[in-house]
């Protein structure tokens, strides 16, 4: 049938070897493709207890009432993919209008790290805080990235296998680089946390692990040679720019 195109009337369906079993005591079977334009999108059968129980009277019938099935399928896979799409975008808008208040919780919260003791149980409640936005973050992506109708096939989000996962601190002093280059890690699966300059950057390393840190050298308070110079807790990779 999907190769052909073709509708098929089986008077009998004991007689016919290349019949597939679908009602049980079938006798006699008749089959129309769900044609829509030119692509067959899917097959209708009907199914008799009786031998020649169809007509070519009911073939023709069966040929018109495929194409309406085959267009309200499309219809609704139109609409389908409109919801998961529009809903795509408002979790998107979301993650982003979330973006810089969570990214103020890392930077309060980095701040009363630095001010006190690193082994007391508020230190260790602080840094529990980090670890509790960085989750936030991944399930706002993850609300992205999945559909909206569970079985809607969806192109795969692109992620970077070496970013993904991975927290990366971007230090500029200028809003729209700093968060436009966040924007767009945080697409490719990177968890990213922003510094409005090279002290906060500076803060951020000496409270929180990075694998990758991505700075401006001009920036006030510290630049980015001394965000270099800044140890750091286990900080993979580094680049200022």
Same mark, same amino acid.
Not at 175 to 192: C, H
Not at 216 to 229: L, R, S, T, W
């Given at each position: 049938m999907a190769a052909t195109g073709q509708s098929f009337l089986c008077a009998d369906v004991s007689q016919e070897p290349r019949y597939l079993l679908g009602l049980e005591a079938a006798r006699s079977s008749l089959t129309v493709p769900l044609r829509l334009l030119d692509r067959i999108v899917g097959v209708l059968n009907v199914e008799s207890d009786r031998v020649a129980a169809f007509s070519e009277e009911d073939r023709q019938i069966a040929e018109i009432f495929s194409r309406y099935i085959a267009a309200a399928l499309h219809i609704l896979k139109l609409l389908a993919a409109e919801r998961t799409e529009i809903t795509s975008q408002v979790a998107s808008d979301v993650r982003d209008e979330l973006a810089e208040p969570l990214n103020d919780i890392i930077g309060e919260a980095t701040r009363l790290l630095n001010s006190g003791p690193a082994a007391t149980?508020?230190?260790?409640?602080?840094?529990?805080?980090?670890?509790?936005?960085?989750?936030?973050?991944?399930?706002?992506?993850?609300?992205?990235?999945?559909?909206?109708?569970?079985?809607?096939?969806?192109?795969?989000?692109?992620? $970077?296998?070496?970013?993904?996962?991975?927290? +990366?601190?971007?230090?500029? $002093?200028?809003?729209?680089?700093?968060?436009?280059?966040? $924007? +767009?890690?945080?697409?490719?699966?990177?968890?990213?946390?922003?510094?409005? @300059?090279?002290?906060?950057?500076?803060?951020?390393?000496?409270?929180?692990?990075?694998?990758? +840190?991505?700075?401006?050298?001009?920036?006030?308070?510290? @630049?980015?040679?001394?965000?270099?110079?800044?140890?750091?807790?286990?900080?993979?990779?580094?680049?200022?720019?």
């Open positions: 149980d508020a230190a260790q409640r602080l840094r529990t805080i980090i670890e509790h936005v960085d989750t936030v973050k991944r399930r706002l992506q993850s609300v992205v990235d999945t559909p909206a109708i569970r079985g809607l096939s969806r192109e795969a989000p692109v992620t $970077d296998p070496l970013l993904e996962g991975r927290r +990366v601190l971007v230090a500029d $002093d200028e809003d729209i680089i700093r968060e436009t280059i966040a $924007d +767009v890690l945080a697409k490719v699966g990177a968890l990213t946390v922003m510094a409005r @300059n090279g002290e906060e950057a500076v803060s951020m390393i000496r409270a929180q692990h990075f694998d990758v +840190v991505l700075s401006d050298i001009k920036m006030p308070y510290k @630049n980015g040679y001394e965000v270099f110079a800044a140890p750091a807790r286990r900080t993979r990779m580094f680049t200022s720019c």
